[in-house]
């Protein structure tokens, strides 16, 4: 099939009529622009390939996994109490783990540990070595709670300023601090004390 310029035949036909008439008349064809209408911009614009969309961060409130854990806990007197505990040094032993088992001092991990050393150990807990021990044992147990540590470390460099020698860990510290009811008197006591000391101090009774 001829193809055929549409505009180009048009000016030739005119241009052999105004010959026609007698005059030569120049003929411009003239091409109407195109006009593209801009884009308007969307709401929001998409986002670019290859670059995630940034989430914000959400702090969570609530207990830390370590408070949870120094609360949760059970102390069970049973084996204890059927120890024979007689002597002097034995009156008012019996009721050791009844207090343990009330939340007395200690917080429920740390008494449940110190229970259990109680009815391990059986009648030298009428010892307050013994039972020292046990209750130490009850605050090493303790998971060391992050907030704690200024306090902590406040405490530790008053005893090195008065250059005294440091019995304790910061862990251990900390540890005693999240076991314990009565934490003011704790890290009042662990440098320096009344005596100069600092030492790892904790409820023994």
Not at 81 to 106: F, S
Request: charged share 25%; with cysteine; glycine share 6%.
């Amino acid at each position: 099939m001829l193809s055929v310029d549409r505009e180009r035949f048009l000016a030739l036909v005119l241009s052999v009529a105004a010959q026609g008439c007698g005059k030569t008349t120049a003929v411009d064809v003239v091409v109407a622009p195109v006009v593209v209408e801009p884009l308007q911009p969307s709401a929001s614009p998409p986002a670019e390939l290859g670059r995630a969309t940034p989430v914000p961060l959400t702090e969570v409130e609530g207990p830390t996994p370590c408070e949870n854990a120094n609360d949760t806990g059970i102390v069970d007197c049973a084996r204890f109490k059927a120890r024979k505990l007689a002597g002097p040094t034995c009156e008012g032993v019996a009721g050791t783990c009844d207090l343990l088992a009330k939340d007395y001092a200690y917080r429920k991990r740390s008494a449940q540990a110190a229970a259990e050393c109680l009815s391990r150990v059986g009648a030298r807990a009428c010892d307050i070595r013994a039972r020292k021990e046990c209750f130490e044992e009850g605050v090493k147990a303790a998971c060391p709670e992050p907030q704690f540590d200024a306090q902590c470390e406040a405490t530790m460099d008053r005893c090195r300023a008065a250059h005294v020698r440091i019995q304790y860990t910061k862990e251990d510290c900390l540890k005693a601090m999240s076991s314990q009811r009565d934490r003011a008197w704790a890290i009042s006591q662990m440098g320096p004390s009344s005596e100069g000391k600092c030492q790892l101090m904790f409820t023994v009774f």
